[in-house]
């Protein structure tokens, strides 16, 4: 038993789906609880003006009745409501009429640090737009909404998640503003920590089930992501093991570390204490004075595609780190504990958290 998760959708196509497939019987989802994070994901200094456009909320299609998951296939929708600018340009069939609207006017001048050179390679087209619409991090508001999901479903087990940005220029109102001065962009750190998750999520057996490279593919995942480390990470390089690893002992709650620096994983395995990954992202590639590039139309020099974009997105990839962490910790858990309906999962982690004379932290 295990969840998947399929997404689709363009940034100014009509709108993003992603069907969850896996989830339990039973599980109460709040409507309100998934539209704040997609509205927490639109926040953050340095945004974009079409933030103010959006205003995303989700919209279930399946597998939902009166809030109860039917243990069926669930889809998601986050309607993009900027379509309508773009109705003739990103017109799912051959649009009537005249070209009118954004859109309507091919791209063939990419971007440094986007997917557009490669994408067209790879794909062999002419428009750059066929790319960068779905490259672009506007797909990860559904993966928010995912990850809300599956925040619910851990909460069932006693797991909460929690996303921030670090103290890095990206979340910096000072330099935001500086960089928006200079037409120039910003990347930074995040950080993800997962409370109440037991010891046994993920596998040593085999590297495709081991936890920590499942949450670091995860977030590697994510939209200009360029960095991911676990725990204390890069810098258990530069210490000997004598003070890289956290020494075992038991007190009242059962075994523990010490200390964290593993970040809640131990050989691919959760080993009961906080889990703690975070993410570093680049500066954001669309620039309001653009690199240099190559028109692909004429093979000459030209300057690369200036369309609208954040100056830093640090504090939105938080919340779509969050959910993208929450949604493995979940997909783990069910792997782990299994179950047809909710009851079913949440009596077999109860069992094997006694079974492994195990409490979390403060319980």
Known sequence: MSLELATAGESHGPALVAIVSGLPAGLVLDRAAIDEDLRRRQQGYGR???????????????????????????ALVVWNRDHRNWTWGMSPWPPEGEPQGKGAKPVTLPRPGHADLAGVQKYGLADVRDVLERASARHTAVLVAAGAVAKA???????????????????????????????????????????????????????????????AAA??????VKGVEIGDGFALARVRGSEAHDEIVRDERGLRRTTNRAGGIEGGVSNGEEIVVRAAMKPLPTLMRPLA????????????????????AVEALAVVAEAAVAWELARAAREKFGGDALEDFVAAWRAYVERIDWAPRGA
């Not at 977030?219 to 200009?224: N, R, S, V, Y």
């Open 293 to 312: 590039s190559v028109d692909l139309a004429t093979g000459e020099p030209a300057s690369a595609l200036v369309e609208r974009s954040d100056v830093s």
């Open 153 to 215: 479903l851990l909460a069932q087990i006693g797991v909460a998640v929690s996303g921030a940005a670090l103290p890095e220029a990206g979340a910096d109102p000072a330099a935001v503003d500086a960089a928006r001065a200079d037409r120039d962009t910003l990347g930074g750190v995040v950080e993800v920590r997962a409370t109440g998750a037991p010891p046994g999520l993920g596998s040593y057996a085999r590297k495709e089930d081991r936890l920590d490279a499942r949450l």
């Open 219 to 224: 977030l590697m995942g994510i939209q200009a």
């Open 48 to 74: 974009s003006p079409r933030q103010r456009i959006e205003r995303d909320e989700v919209e279930v299609l399946a597998g939902l009745r009166h809030g109860r998951t039917l243990g069926t296939p669930l």
